[in-house]
């Protein structure tokens, strides 16, 4: 099956800082996401990208399809920013389009 | 975008017990997963709930030990039977939007079993 690496696995910050993670896949997708796990768990929809670029407020992603990578960038980071990002690619041929996710990058972002 | 609502949102259980997790969402939908995160740990896909037929159950996963239930297009149930400590994780309910398959999560049901 598709293969999804993410980076860097863990990262810490100031608040004011900017990042950057990097979701790499090794396989043809046509479906891409990146979620934000909140400390009590829950997930949340940042972007669906499958490709090119998107913004909304302090974040931003791009994916690159052709060469399998997709970006996400936060901008002046908040405390509210911690917690696990994670990316979930979906193939672009056979019958299922069920994602496979990333093992995420955790990030912390102290006052 | 969905609305998704699980109960119980969390649960502590002694091992050996049952616990039936349900998922509920605000529209009809033609897929939903059930996946589990264990501590520390990435999402795993459980199943794919397929209405009218029997789940699809993804490597590892069996039927016995996690039984699933989708009576119509806005309801799904998740079991894990004959709980055991390694049963303790976060287990999640999702849809895929129409189109290409946006996934969109409900709120997650954080089990501990002791």
């Known amino acids: 099956g598709i293969q999804v690496e993410q980076s860097p696995p863990d990262l810490i910050l100031q608040e004011g800082a900017n990042s950057t993670l990097r979701c790499n896949f090794s396989?043809?997708?046509?479906?891409l996401q990146w979620f934000h796990q909140n400390p009590w768990g829950q997930l949340i929809n940042l972007f669906y990208?499958?490709?090119g670029t998107k913004q909304n407020g302090r974040l931003s992603a791009t994916t690159v399809a052709t060469e399998r990578y997709s970006l996400l960038y936060i901008s002046s980071s908040q405390t509210t920013d911690s917690g696990v990002y994670f990316c979930?690619?979906?193939?672009?041929?056979?019958?299922?389009?069920?994602?496979?996710f990333g093992r995420g990058t955790s990030l912390i972002v102290h006052p | 975008s969905a609305v998704i609502s699980q109960k119980p949102s969390r649960d502590i259980c002694q091992r050996g017990t049952s616990l039936t997790i349900q998922c509920q969402v605000d529209?009809?939908?033609?897929?939903m997963f059930w996946y589990r995160q264990q501590p520390g740990q990435s999402l795993t896909l459980i199943a794919t709930?397929?209405?009218?037929?029997?789940?699809?159950?993804e490597s590892g996963f069996v039927i016995d030990k996690f039984p699933i239930s989708r009576p119509n297009l806005t309801f799904s149930t998740l079991t894990v039977s004959n709980m055991s400590p390694e049963d303790s994780s976060i287990y999640l309910c999702?849809?895929?939007?129409?189109?290409?398959?946006?996934?969109?999560f409900g709120e997650g049901s954080r089990l501990t079993v002791l």
């Open positions: 999702s849809v895929a939007g129409t189109g290409a398959g946006e996934l969109f």
């Open positions: 396989d043809s997708v046509n479906n």
């Open positions: 990208i499958p490709s």
């Open positions: 979930a690619v979906g193939p672009l041929e056979g019958g299922s389009y069920i994602p496979t």
């Open positions: 529209s009809q939908v033609t897929m």
């Open positions: 709930a397929n209405q009218g037929s029997e789940a699809t159950y």
